[in-house]
């Protein structure tokens, strides 16, 4: 059929029984089968399969799916094959395929039966497969979880690096079509240029989840007893609680069962029968947490999560937006609260410490993002979505009330002036700096990069110096969020004034900060700033808070620790 000819909304009845497309999905599908390179970045859950899946059906030919992981292309072959079709409208080519059943695979697809073919991209390197495929009429080549061909993804993977010499070889022009739920603009810019698809039609959904309620506590050495009072006021609602380490999730699972709350732990350490069974039993509701490490999350969908907790905060925005990303599903509360303190940022650096320089310099960069995040004291949602590339309106935007920062707002103050001096400092120190370095220069102080730029005979060197270090990190971080400056693409981190920041530089207007959080492990002096911030200066004021909440504390008993 010529792509014009095809009703897309019969289509998508009759293979998916679905009356509507959902978000962009028909753009995306309409871009597909006119054969052009195409661009899908939609969050989990957004519906990104039949995006390819519905393109691959009604054209010509065979689609080539690449998919990082065989437990996930089974699942999709399985679930194509459930729509109905012939067996063969899927398949899987991998290495446990015996000599019988890769001539069935090749029959069906030479026959015409096949539209999707799955494939690893390691298979896809296979000289036999290479060979195969050179005779087979392609529709099109589709990428999912394309964010793995980047090393500032999360799931880095090198032989999806080989994947666009590998389909030069097979024909040419064949379109390609790249999906991910990675919306950093540095990880999209690294697919569009290894997937050498730069004039592609990219399609990006809004990664805004409205219903999602985002707090960050203090990790005070009582962070236990905050988990379960936690816990204990969401009774009978589901919850998942993340922790760094195997053990840390086994000790807090046995936490919360000593204190009454019915909780199993989850990680890569228990054996597959014990986790199917504690998976299980958190989707039957037989139990209402589950203590977990990363490793739990892939395909669970239990669409009533009402709360994720980090007991140690994640090494990237990523993990902590997918994590907190499996509250509310069904549009109702998700509360996502995450402990932080920087000395778990130091143990997470610490685990880098053996890796390759460049894999701990991207390690690092992103883990800065998660100290930006968490001391923050804007909207956390339009921070957020900042990083993934996406503006947000924190006043009237969809959720903009939804987090802490917002609802308990610190006290702001004008910085207009400063900001027209950070601005000059960054464009009249040539646009070559990090925010260290411009931090350094601003408050008068050397280091080696500083000494070698010469930055220090600049007229504005130490002209900040009546604001202290965390003063300019905030405010780089405010003004970054406005749009006054960006952070450089190719070399990541570098800061650059936007045109919108020169305008600023000419026509200086108000401009309203507030510094960032100081959170203390010390549970007394949080009480402190928490008052201070909010406006609350009298000393004496202040004792009275604090013996307060120690009564409080009191009058709740401490819970039976194992610990
Ligand atoms: P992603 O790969 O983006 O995480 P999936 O492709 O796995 O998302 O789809 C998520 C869910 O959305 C699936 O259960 C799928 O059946 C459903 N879905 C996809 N498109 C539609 C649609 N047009 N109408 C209703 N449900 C849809
Ligand atoms: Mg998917």
Not at 320 to 347: F, N, P, V, W
């Amino acid at each position: 059929m010529k792509p014009n000819e095809i009703d897309l909304h019969k289509e998508l009845k009759k293979y998916f029984g679905f009356n509507q497309f959902k978000g962009l999905q028909e753009q995306v599908v309409n871009s597909i089968i006119h054969g052009n390179n195409t661009f899908v970045i939609m969050p989990t859950g957004g519906g990104k399969s039949l995006c390819y899946q519905l393109p691959a059906l009604v054209l010509d030919g065979t689609a080539i799916v690449v998919s990082p992981l065989i437990a996930l292309m089974k699942n999709q072959v399985d679930a194509i094959r459930s729509l109905g079709s012939e067996l063969g409208v899927a398949h899987v080519l991998n290495s446990s395929l015996t000599k019988t059943e890769i001539n069935q695979v090749k029959k069906d697809i030479l026959d015409g039966v096949t539209k999707m073919l799955y494939v690893a991209p390691e298979s896809l390197t296979k000289e036999e497969y290479i060979q195969f495929l050179r005779d087979v009429k392609i529709s099109f080549v589709a990428i999912d979880e394309a964010h793995c061909i980047s090393e500032w993804g999360h799931d880095f993977r090198p032989e999806y690096r080989n994947l666009r010499g590998i389909i030069k070889q097979l024909a040419d022009d064949i379109p390609i079509i790249g999906l991910t739920a990675t919306a950093t603009p540095k990880v999209q810019e690294d697919i569009l240029k290894n997937l050498d698809m730069s004039g592609a039609n990219v399609f990006k959904a809004s990664f805004n989840r409205p219903n999602l309620f985002y707090e960050i506590r203090p990790k005070t050495k009582n962070v236990e007893g905050d988990i379960i009072r936690f816990i204990k006021q969401h009774k009978g609602k589901s919850g998942v609680i993340y922790c760094l380490s195997r053990k840390k999730v086994e000790d807090i699972a046995q936490l919360l069962q000593v204190n009454g709350i019915s909780a199993v732990p989850y990680h890569a350490g228990l054996d597959a029968k014990t986790r199917a069974k504690h998976q299980d039993m958190f989707l039957m509701e037989d139990v209402d947490v589950v203590v977990a490490t990363i490793a739990f999350g892939m395909g669970i969908d239990k669409p009533d999560v009402r709360y994720v907790i980090h007991h140690d905060i994640p090494k990237s925005l990523e993990s902590y937006y997918q994590e907190t990303g499996r509250a509310g599903r069904d549009g109702g509360e998700g509360h996502c609260l995450a402990y932080y303190s920087y000395k778990d940022i130091e143990k997470l650096e610490k685990f880098m410490a053996g890796k390759p320089v460049a894999e701990q310099e991207i390690g690092y960069a992103l883990l800065q993002e998660v100290v930006a995040y968490a001391e923050t004291s804007m909207s956390r949602r339009k921070y957020l979505l900042h990083y993934f590339g996406e503006e947000f309106d924190d006043e009237n935007g969809e959720g903009a009330d939804m987090d802490d920062n917002v609802r308990n707002p610190k006290k702001k103050v004008e910085a207009q002036n400063e900001v027209v001096l950070l601005l000059k400092m960054i464009r009249d120190t040539k646009e070559l700096f990090k925010s260290k370095e411009i931090v350094f220069a601003l408050l008068g102080k050397v280091n080696a990069i500083i000494k070698s730029q010469k930055v220090d005979a600049n007229p504005l060197f130490g002209k900040g110096e009546n604001h202290d270090e965390r003063f300019w990190m905030a405010l780089i971080r405010q003004v970054l969020v406005e749009g006054l400056i960006k952070k450089d693409i190719e070399s990541y981190g570098v800061i650059k004034v936007t045109p919108k920041g020169h305008g600023f530089i000419e026509k200086p207007y108000s401009f309203m900060m507030s510094e960032d959080h100081e959170y203390s492990e010390n549970e007394d002096e949080n009480v402190v700033t928490a008052a201070k911030s909010s406006g609350v200066a009298d000393e004496a004021l202040l004792k009275m808070l604090i013996d307060l909440r120690k009564n409080v504390a009191k009058k709740e008993g401490v819970p039976p620790y194992v610990v």
